[in-house]
């Protein structure tokens, strides 16, 4: 199963319980971060890396990566980083650059996972549209709700009209099976994002919080996707 994360801590704190309950029940879960910046980089930090306390963009990378690191870890999951720039950099590669790295990333996958809703981030509706139309060969392709975006919505998950127009199916999302054990290893895993959690105003109660929640995935039936 590779899940597909914009961002150094989206796919962990959309499905980090779920990524811990798939180990345990003995799948190979690889998160995959197309936007992981480029760690040899001396460019000037971007806003967010600013606030974030890090020098450039390598220096971003680099202390990202290691968090990453250690927060798949304790979910059992293997991370995977492209080094390709977020809206704050370079993007160190065009379109098709972009879509033959994931390919080569995803492999023989048999379960694609990408965010799905409500794609309000710039960054992540880029990363949608470059790469979801061609499923890149997964048996199974899935859509996952992003946190903590979706906590903030008091009408729950929204799915982007034209994502549904390009599947040609509707997304319909759906708690996943999770016990407290797989929360609590996301709860620690949100927790090794340390350069993060200030900027995403969470400390250890609202992380917990934020663990606590439901997961939510849309699945894709075979038959239901649009031919291409």
Excluded: N
């Excluded at 879509?99 to 995803?106: F, K, L, S």
């Excluded at 709700?145 to 199916?169: D, F, H, I, K, N």
Aim: charged letters at 20%; one cysteine or more; proline letters at 7%.
């Amino acid at each position: 199963m590779v899940v597909v994360s914009p961002h150094l801590d989206d796919a962990v704190l959309s499905l980090g319980a779920a990524m811990a309950s798939w180990v345990r029940a003995g799948s190979a879960v690889e998160v995959l971060t197309i936007l992981a910046c480029d760690p040899e980089s001396s460019s000037p930090p971007g806003g967010w890396d600013a606030r974030a306390g890090f020098s450039s963009e390598g220096d971003a990378a680099r202390s990202r990566r290691v968090e990453d690191a250690a927060a798949c870890g304790l979910l059992g999951a293997h991370p995977t980083w492209l080094p390709f720039g977020d809206s704050d950099y370079e993007r160190h590669g065009d379109d098709d650059e972009v879509r033959a790295a994931v390919a080569e990333a995803v492999g023989a996958a048999t379960t694609l996972l990408l965010p799905g809703s409500p794609l309000s981030h710039p960054d992540h509706e880029w990363v949608v549209r470059t790469i979801a139309d061609a499923s890149l060969g997964a048996h199974r392709l899935g859509f996952y709700a992003e946190q903590p975006y979706t906590a903030r919505s008091r009408a729950g998950p929204a799915t982007a009209p034209w994502l549904e127009v390009g599947l040609g199916a509707t997304l319909t999302f759906q708690p996943a099976r999770l016990g407290a054990r797989d929360r609590l290893a996301k709860w620690r895993a949100i927790c090794a994002y340390r350069s993060q959690l200030p900027l995403l105003a969470l400390d250890r109660r609202r992380a917990l919080a934020l663990a606590t929640r439901p997961e939510l995935v849309a699945w894709v039936a075979e038959a239901d996707r649009m031919p291409h």
